[in-house]
């Protein structure tokens, strides 16, 4: 849960808290660049970035393993 809000503030900050660094400096340049071409764009990828987390939080949480680049969409389901 704590990842998936700290994106509201900060979409890369669940990302990095979860330990996948890189991706989460990738949404934060992700997101700067969608927030100046358009400010809807830049929210709904805010939104995606707090699905993704709290998705990969829950894995975390039910004792599953998520790599690096893992997205919501790509972890194996059990």
């Known amino acids: 849960m704590v990842a998936a809000l700290s ?3 900060f979409p890369w900050l669940g990302q990095m808290f979860l330990g996948q660094t890189a991706k989460g400096f990738t949404m934060l340049i992700i997101t700067c660049v969608l927030a100046l071409v358009n400010i809807g764009f830049g929210l709904l990828f805010v939104l995606l970035s707090a699905v993704d987390a ?16 893992d997205f919501f969409w790509s972890v194996p389901k059990s």
């Open 7 to 9: 994106v509201i503030p």
């Open 54 to 69: 709290y998705c990969l939080a829950k894995v975390l949480h039910d004792g599953g393993s998520i790599r690096p680049w």
